[in-house]
C-alpha cells in the first residue's frame, strides 16, 4: 500500500485498490463464486494528528450476466475521533 505522509497540512493520506475476479462457480444455493465477476474496491484513508480518521470508498461489481450483485455499487463513508 502507498503512504503519503504530510501530504496536506499535517494530513496523512493513504489510498487503497482491490480487485477480485471469481474463477469457476459454487454450487447453488447462494454460490460464492460466480464465474467472471469482478468487484473493484477504490479506497483513500486519512488520519490528522492521530486524533481525527476516515475515509472514502467505492466499491463496484461488473463482469458475470449471471452476477446477483452487479447492480448493487456502493459508496461508504467513516469517521472517526480519538480523545
Known amino acids: 500500500s502507498l503512504d503519503y505522509p504530510n ?3 499535517g494530513v496523512n493520506f493513504k ?9 469457476g462457480t ?6 460464492a463464486f460466480v464465474d467472471g465477476r469482478i468487484k473493484t474496491d477504490i479506497a483513500l484513508n486519512f488520519d490528522y494528528l492521530n486524533a481525527y480518521s476516515g475515509g472514502i ?3 463496484m461489481y461488473e463482469g458475470s450476466k449471471y452476477d446477483q450483485l452487479k447492480d448493487r455499487d456502493n459508496v ?8
Not at 485498490?17 to 474463477?23: A, C, E, Y
Not at 459454487?26 to 454460490?31: D, K, N, T, V
Open 7 to 9: 501530504a496536506f497540512l
Open 76 to 83: 461508504s463513508l467513516n469517521l472517526k475521533v480519538t480523545f
Open 57 to 59: 470508498a467505492y466499491t
Open 15 to 23: 489510498p487503497q485498490l482491490s480487485i477480485g475476479l471469481d474463477k
Open 26 to 31: 459454487a454450487p447453488e444455493p447462494g454460490g
